[in-house]
């Protein structure tokens, strides 16, 4: 993928594709060399019932009747119906919860796959608060940010704005440079997108408040305001390196050292704030699917969702595997067979994203020739808030950061024709457990 941007195209990216399979098929599930194919998209029979027809097969995924199948960790042959919870093929006590718990969990790690994308960056950066940036162009193959470019210096920030607003000052990048300095949440969106484009060369100062913050900003720091719809967010700077300048790669340096980034406090005089730790991650010793869990759960009470009928589907979904806004997650409160099916659903949802992956990003040699063939509008302007697929696929495969279509176009090309990239999922909707479990 190429992005171009604000006053122009920008150099083009280097190749960055996803394995050779699988690839999607015609009615959204994944194919070719996968064994995993998902059968009904999972939806209820509209009785708040299990689904009718749940038949996923491949490694590690349900089978059968509810049943574990293939090369599973958990429990003899993989299933996980060996310690009195269910009898033979998934029938008998726990069966619908472990069916509950593989259906629900693939849309949970769909749903919160940004989170786990952001949250797993914001562990392992500069800590909170404090302002890095590169001290060179994107390299190809580059992840941490969504569709690099090889001419670009990104810097940025982790920020964390419940105790109190950041001040971002930037100079004069000049007259003709690109730059741009995006805000996004934790669930992929942009909030806001200032720079060259919408700001001028600056010098420019930016005040982002948080949510629930209340205040005054004095006039010289109130000109830009940003109000951020969640206490963590990321500050992504992209500043553009010419090609036809000697030395401009030290220009641009020089340009980020100039930049700042203080707490208000700070901002008015105050003494130093030092940057905030980085909050830990999950235990490693903890299966991939309950990491991700985990780190979902916190996210939701961190960082509440926008409250609209999409979401709010979502968490009375999560909530029937006790994942909430409340208590989030305990990953050591889950039984092995409710382990093993959340394992499955985890290894389904990564091939079904990572088929939806297979687009390359442009080099040059694609621009002038005819394999790159796609430009279509349908990728751009998506409503990540909502659109929950398209969103997972990018994160996953992307990193953050990826700005909204009245900043950038971003050009593919892909290998193939892949219809039904972006299946539509009809979300189950289920009723909470019967005893939910305390926080």
Request: net charge negative.
């Amino acid at each position: 993928m190429q992005e171009a941007t604000g006053t122009g195209a920008t150099s083009n990216t280097g190749s960055t594709s996803a394995a050779d399979s699988p690839v999607p098929s015609d009615n959204g599930t994944t194919a070719g060399n996968t064994a995993a194919a998902s059968a009904g998209n999972f939806t209820w029979d509209g009785d708040d019932t299990a689904p009718t027809s749940i038949v996923p097969a491949g490694n590690g995924t349900l089978a059968g009747n509810g049943t574990l199948s293939g090369n599973s960790s958990t429990g003899a042959n993989g299933t996980p119906f060996d310690n009195g919870r269910a009898g033979a093929n998934g029938r008998g006590p726990g069966a619908e919860e472990v069916v509950r718990y593989f259906t629900v969990g693939q849309e949970a790690f769909v749903w919160g796959a940004p989170l786990v994308t952001f949250f797993r960056q914001q562990a392992t950066r500069a800590a909170l608060n404090a302002f890095f940036y590169a001290n060179t162009t994107a390299v190809v193959g580059l992840t941490d940010v969504a569709l690099p470019n090889v001419d670009t210096v990104y810097g940025g920030s982790f920020l964390y704005l419940r105790d109190q607003p950041m001040v971002l000052r930037t100079p004069n990048f000049g007259v003709g440079r690109y730059y741009s300095a995006g805000f996004f949440q934790p669930y992929y969106s942009a909030f806001s997108v200032n720079g060259s484009r919408a700001n001028g060369p600056g010098p420019n100062t930016f005040t982002v408040v948080g949510p629930e913050w209340e205040g005054d900003v004095p006039a010289d720091l109130a000109r830009t305001v940003i109000r951020s719809p969640t206490n963590d967010a990321l500050l992504l700077m992209r500043v553009v390196v010419s090609q036809n300048v000697t030395n401009d790669l030290a220009t641009v340096l020089s340009l980020y050292s100039q930049v700042s980034l203080q707490a208000l406090s700070e901002a008015l005089g105050g003494p130093a704030v030092p940057p905030l730790p980085n909050p830990p991650l999950p235990s490693s010793n903890l299966s991939e699917a309950l990491q991700r869990l985990t780190i979902i759960g916190e996210g939701i009470q961190r960082d509440p969702p926008v409250n609209n009928s999409a979401n709010n589907r979502v968490l009375r979904m999560l909530a029937t595997i006790n994942v909430t806004q409340q208590c989030g997650f305990d990953p050591y409160s889950v039984t092995q067979p409710q382990a093993a099916a959340l394992e499955a659903a985890r290894e389904l949802t990564d091939q079904e994203l990572r088929a939806a992956n297979r687009i390359i990003q442009i080099n040059e040699s694609l621009i002038q020739s005819d394999d790159f063939f796609s430009s279509s509008l349908n990728w751009l302007g998506h409503d990540f808030s909502t659109e929950f697929f398209y969103r997972a696929t990018f994160s996953q495969a992307g990193g953050i950061g990826a700005l909204p279509a009245t900043e950038v176009v971003y050009f593919l090309a892909f290998l193939a024709q892949l219809p039904a990239l972006y299946p539509p999922r009809r979300l189950p909707l289920l009723p909470p457990p019967p005893h939910p479990s305390p926080c």
